[in-house]
């Protein structure tokens, strides 16, 4: 069995402007890092001009298509009728971006199968962690 997920969703951009713009993103979970989940962005839809991947919490995600969640760099909400809000707040400004809700939750029924929510801890290697941890501390 593969230990990550991950799943193409369509993206708009929410700018200033009236117009929005469409793009693809990547969501990704992986099973050795049980907590986390990460959006990418292909690097054409970036200030930077290269690729770009944010990292949050997966019950941020989870709580986010329910009810308004998050205070940190990323929030996430419901918006009208199968749409996620996700923001993303950083030094430059606030990226905002409206996904498919069904995408997001099929997204997450998919690394529910993997890691059901509860027994993350199951997947840690504390082992490894620690050792990594300590390598430069002597």
């Known amino acids: 069995m593969s230990t990550v997920i991950e799943q193409a969703v ?4 929410v700018a200033s402007t009236p117009r929005t713009e469409t793009v693809s993103a990547t969501l ?3 099973r050795e890092d049980p907590f986390a989940v990460r959006m990418a962005f292909p690097a054409r839809a970036t200030l930077e001009g290269v690729e770009v991947s ?4 997966r019950e941020l995600l989870v709580t986010g298509v329910e009810e308004p969640a998050g205070v940190g760099d ?21 990226a905002m ?6 995408e997001v939750r099929r ?5 529910q ?8 801890h199951q997947f840690l ?5 620690l050792t990594e941890l300590l390598r430069d501390a002597c």
Not at 75 to 93: I, L
Not at 97 to 102: C, F, G, K, L
Not at 125 to 129: F, I, M
């Open 54 to 57: 944010w990292e949050f919490s």
């Open 28 to 30: 990704r979970y992986d």
């Open 113 to 120: 199968h993997l890691v059901p929510a509860g027994c993350e």
């Open 74 to 94: 990323v929030r996430v909400r419901p918006f009208g009728y199968d749409r996620t809000v996700v923001e993303f707040h950083a030094p430059e400004g606030v």
């Open 125 to 129: 290697d504390l082992d490894q962690d």
């Open 107 to 111: 997204f997450l029924r998919r690394a």
């Open 10 to 13: 369509q993206a708009r951009l």
């Open 97 to 102: 971006v409206h996904v498919r809700t069904s």
